[in-house]
T-cell receptor, first 113, second 116 residues
Framework: DAGVIQSPRHEVTEMGQEVTLRCKPI?????LFWYRQTMMRGLELLIY????????DSGMPEDRFSAKMPNASFSTLKIQPSEPRDSAVYFC???????????FGDGTRLSIL | AQTVTQSQPEMSVQEAETVTLSCTYD???????LFWYKQPPSRQMILVIR??????QNATENRFSVNFQKAAKSFSLKISDSQLGDAAMYFC?????????????FGTGTRLQVTL
């Protein structure tokens, strides 16, 4: 079975540009999570969805970040405008239900110059 | 708020030996899950083992086992017969069981080196 699929795997762009990260959860999973990993802050949850509905977005750093889940098989995390401090690895994870183990994608390494 | 502490930034073990990684956490909840995730250089986050707080029996998965001490809020990971492929960052994580607070709270990680 395919795991969580994230794209792109790497993204390098200049500050001020719009960045869109994509995630396809495991088929049948109802919960989707976006995490960010940095050296300074470690792994932290940005937002999660249950049945395509955002449940907790308290980790979204500021209005420049937005996330959508238009259907059960696709989610995006958008940063506009991007800044160098947004450079990090962004992980998407999904789980069968809210109380089930989360399975992670391979992450997107984002570098903002 | 829940916190997870991993006090060992780095650990080293010889191949075939046993190593224990430490984790403590703080919570006012009585029902929750604890996890260990492995992150090799490939960056993928791999679930190693899970423990439900209501279960007294320690979880085991092949060479991986935990020592869960609920009263002490301690959750250590033991790796037996260490292999070169076990070299990675290991993250301890906590999650509430009830309600909609499904987020994982991670520790800062322990980098495990495996030597010949």
């Amino acid at each position: 079975d395919a795991g969580v699929i994230q794209s792109p795997r790497h993204e390098v762009t200049e500050m001020g540009q719009e960045v869109t990260l994509r995630c396809k959860p495991i088929s049948g999973h109802n919960s989707l999570f976006w995490y960010r990993q940095t050296m300074m802050r470690g792994l932290e949850l940005l937002i999660y969805f249950n049945n395509n509905v955002p449940i907790d977005d308290s980790g979204m750093p500021e209005d420049r970040f937005s996330a959508k889940m238009p259907n059960a098989s696709f989610s995006t995390l958008k940063i506009q405008p991007s800044e160098p401090r947004d450079s990090a690895v962004y992980f998407c994870a999904s789980s069968l239900a809210e109380d089930q183990p989360q399975h992670f994608g391979d992450g997107t390494r984002l570098s903002i110059l | 708020a829940q916190t997870v502490t991993q006090s060992q930034p780095e650990m080293s073990v010889q191949e075939a030996e046993t190593v224990t990684l430490s984790c403590t956490y703080d919570t006012s909840e009585s029902d929750y899950y604890l996890f260990w995730y492995k992150q090799p250089p490939s960056r993928q986050m791999i679930l190693v083992i899970r423990q439900e707080a209501y279960k007294q029996q320690n979880a085991t998965e092949n060479r991986f086992s935990v020592n869960f001490q609920k009263a002490a809020k301690s959750f250590s990971l033991k790796i037996s017969d260490s292999q070169l492929g076990d070299a990675a960052m290991y993250f301890c994580a906590y999650r509430r069981r009830t309600g909609t607070a499904s987020k994982l709270t991670f520790g800062t990680g322990t980098r495990l080196q495996v030597t010949l």
